[in-house]
T-cell receptor
Framework: RKEVEQDPGPFNVPEGATVAFNCTYS??????FFWYRQDCRKEPKLLMS???SGNEDGRFTAQLNRASQYISLLIRDSKLSDSATYLC???????????FGSGTRLQVQP | SAVISQKPSRDICQRGTSLTIQCQVDSQVTMMFWYRQQPGQSLTLIATANQGSEATYESGFVIDKFPISRPNLTFSTLTVSNMSPEDSSIYLC????????????FGPGTRLTVL
């Protein structure tokens, strides 16, 4: 079983749609959680950290359920510029290195 | 955040040769890491670059194949030794500024093709 599992997609949605991505992780000792965004042929860039209380940044909302070891990302009012691969990322339970999911590809269509 | 540069940005190399990739940060950082991203795949951690001591390698990666240096708090190198076509990949360095913060920032990557 992979340490971090994501649906690879692709998710094809029209502009303005709401889309949700889910992710599960296997290491119950993981302490930090993130969503990164990676555009084609570019490096990953931090989108947002994920907290137990949930957090929101504009059109983006992230949720963490520690009991279920589940992380989600909700994007409202999708824009064409949101098209990218979204990587679910967790730390290694006390270690500093990160474990990446395989990514979920989003394509927002006009 | 941090401004991270990598050199070279890309290279095409012959089988059996070695390539050293440099990672430079614009400010002192606590942690530096090297990742690999093979075509169509996500990122896999190669090693943690430790300043003043040997790097900490992940399972499946060894020092003889991927020697790493970190002479100071702003610079690290990764060497891909005795290359084969299977080493064709994007190699990325990442940094974490402080121990208390888990956020990592990535360099632009080095795209390596081995013929």
């Amino acid at each position: 079983r992979k340490e971090v599992e994501q649906d690879p997609g692709p998710f094809n949605v029209p502009e303005g749609a709401t889309v949700a991505f889910n992710c599960t992780y296997s290491n119950s000792a993981s302490q930090s959680f993130f969503w990164y965004r990676q555009d084609c042929r570019k490096e990953p860039k931090l989108l947002m950290s994920v907290y137990s209380s949930g957090n929101e940044d504009g059109r983006f909302t992230a949720q963490l359920n520690r009991a279920s070891q589940y992380i989600s990302l909700l994007i409202r009012d999708s824009k064409l510029s949101d098209s990218a691969t979204y990587l679910c990322v967790v730390n290694r339970g006390g270690r500093r290195a990160l474990t990446f999911g395989s990514g979920t590809r989003l394509q927002v269509q006009p | 955040s941090a401004v991270i540069s990598q050199k070279p940005s890309r290279d095409i190399c012959q089988r059996g040769t070695s390539l050293t990739i440099q990672c430079q940060v614009d400010s002192q950082v606590t942690m530096m890491f090297w990742y690999r991203q093979q075509p169509g795949q996500s990122l896999t951690l190669i090693a943690t670059a430790n300043q003043g001591s040997e790097a900490t390698y992940e399972s499946g990666f060894v020092i003889d194949k991927f020697p790493i240096s970190r002479p100071n708090l702003t610079f690290s190198t990764l060497t891909v030794s005795n290359m084969s076509p299977e080493d064709s990949s994007i190699y990325l360095c990442s940094v974490q500024k402080r121990l208390a913060a888990d956020t990592q920032y990535f360099g632009p990557g080095t795209r390596l093709t081995v013929l």
